[in-house]
């Protein structure tokens, strides 16, 4: 049985007061609306209009708020229980969008429920895969899950779109003082308001950013032309189509967000466990099970495919409550606002410093759970070279990318994602190694000779 860590305020079944439920659900609903610009970038660049954009932003958001709530529950076979909200999937989108440029969003549609379903085949026979995932490698995937949002948290926080532009010393200021009121908080502030270091260093942001001209008056103007109250929809909404071709560059990404959502599931698990020692595959599998089904309601509802999110499951970590019951809170709330455009108009507009200083803030707890889940069993020579070398290799290919550039078709897929190769080198040399060492261990057996 789990025992409550000590520094957490509420646990995972701990049901927060109504009023400090609805604060934590708001500070995890503007993590999840960080990734809204996808759905908008896609249906624009497709040549969508302006009503078809905003129907694509509030069915995405609808299917997010109910992946969340599905996560938050513990059903036979479905959900782990744990707060690990979903967001509009950022691994998703070059495929989509692929899709989308073929054959419209009725080939997107097609092809996410056919992501949906594969996740769903892997959830279930992930439990017969649990020699493969030792704490040496499952920590290295929560690390390299970490270690993949700092390029996009860095540039937001530098406030730096493209290589080449220069760093704008104004948005640089914003973004430090928002950082450091959310550390301040976290290092000298009370439990209590450790709960909402997020959203007060959110609000410090905000003004900062209207201070400064960040954040400008005709942006408000535009959330003020919004209506209030909005049903989704769009010409075609309902229709489907499929390309086999497509099949497999939709599979290997399932399988990439799978990974990333197993990473984020197992740093739920040490996060409200202090005892922790190994995951619990068959929780972690029923997990993958409501994320596979959040991605095919995705493609079901009209909306880009969704992802676990790394940085809530920080967030929670960070504020010290990890209740699933505020899963059930910003899934729902999640899933309001899509019939609410004004209010989801205002979640958009968040100052891009301000998006990096808490992805900066939530990077940090992530990366120490991965060291920890790494270092939780004692290292020896063969963890050493297993987490080394692919660890090694992973970073390699975001560092410099150029290096992979001529592999070959059939193993371009390992190289889509420093979170996949580093997983597949990982487990690959562990059971390698694993090999040796038995082999050497029978070797020594043999009695000798004479």
């Known amino acids: 049985m789990a025992k409550k860590p000590a520094g957490l305020i509420y646990w995972v079944d701990d049901k927060p007061p109504w009023p400090v439920l609805g604060l934590l659900a708001v500070q995890h609903v503007f993590l999840m609306s960080s990734t809204l610009v996808l759905p908008i970038v896609l249906v624009s660049e497709i040549g969508g ?60 549609r097609g092809m996410t429920i056919a992501a949906g379903l594969v996740e769903a085949v892997f959830a279930r026979v992930l439990h017969r895969l649990e020699f493969l995932f030792p704490s040496e490698v499952t920590g290295l995937v929560v690390l390299m899950v970490a270690l993949g949002l700092v390029p996009l948290s860095a540039s937001k926080f530098l406030h730096v779109d493209y290589a080449g532009e ?42 900062l950013s209207f201070g400064t001209g960040l954040l400008t008056a005709i942006q408000f103007r535009d959330v003020a032309t919004v209506p209030w109250v909005g049903l989704p929809r769009f010409e075609g909404m309902w229709q489907f189509s499929f390309r086999w071709s497509l099949l497999p560059a939709f599979t290997i990404v399932s399988i990439c967000g799978a990974l990333k959502s197993f990473g984020n599931l197992i740093m739920c698990e040490k996060v409200n466990d202090e005892e922790w020692t190994r995951p619990d595959i068959r929780r972690i599998g029923d997990g993958l099970m409501a994320d596979s089904i959040c991605v095919a309601v995705s493609g079901l509802l009209g909306g880009v495919a969704s992802d676990t999110s790394a940085s809530n499951v920080a967030l929670s970590n960070a504020s010290g409550a990890t209740s699933r019951w505020i899963g059930f809170a910003a899934g729902g709330l999640f899933i309001l606002l899509g019939f609410f455009p004004k209010l989801s108009a205002m979640l958009s507009i968040m100052p891009t410093p301000v998006a990096g200083a808490i992805l900066i803030f939530v990077v940090c707890f992530m990366i120490m759970s991965g060291l920890q889940i790494i270092l939780s069993s004692k290292p020896d020579t063969r963890k050493t070279f297993v987490v080394g070398i692919a ?18 078709p059939w193993l371009r897929p390992l190289f889509e994602s420093s979170l996949t190769l580093t997983t597949v080198v990982a487990v690959l040399l562990n059971q390698l190694f694993r090999l040796g060492a038995k082999e050497t261990v029978s070797a020594a057996e043999v009695p000798s000779e004479g």
């Open 49 to 108: 209009d302006f009503n078809e954009v905003r129907a694509v932003v509030a069915l995405t958001m609808m299917a997010c708020g109910l992946g969340t709530i599905v996560q938050a529950m513990r059903w036979a076979g479905i959900g782990s229980g744990y707060l690990c909200p979903n967001l509009c999937g950022p691994n998703f989108f070059a495929v989509s969008m692929g899709a989308a440029w073929l054959g419209g969003l009725p080939l997107m």
């Open 166 to 207: 220069p760093i704008q010393g104004v948005s640089l200021l914003v973004a430090a003082l928002t950082l450091l009121v959310m550390v301040g908080v976290n290092i000298w502030g009370t439990n209590r308001l450790k709960l909402y270091g997020v959203l007060i260093g959110m609000a410090v942001g905000y003004a």
């Open 391 to 408: 660890l090694s290799f992973g970073i390699s290919l975001d560092v410099l990318p150029e290096l992979y550039a001529h592999i070959g």
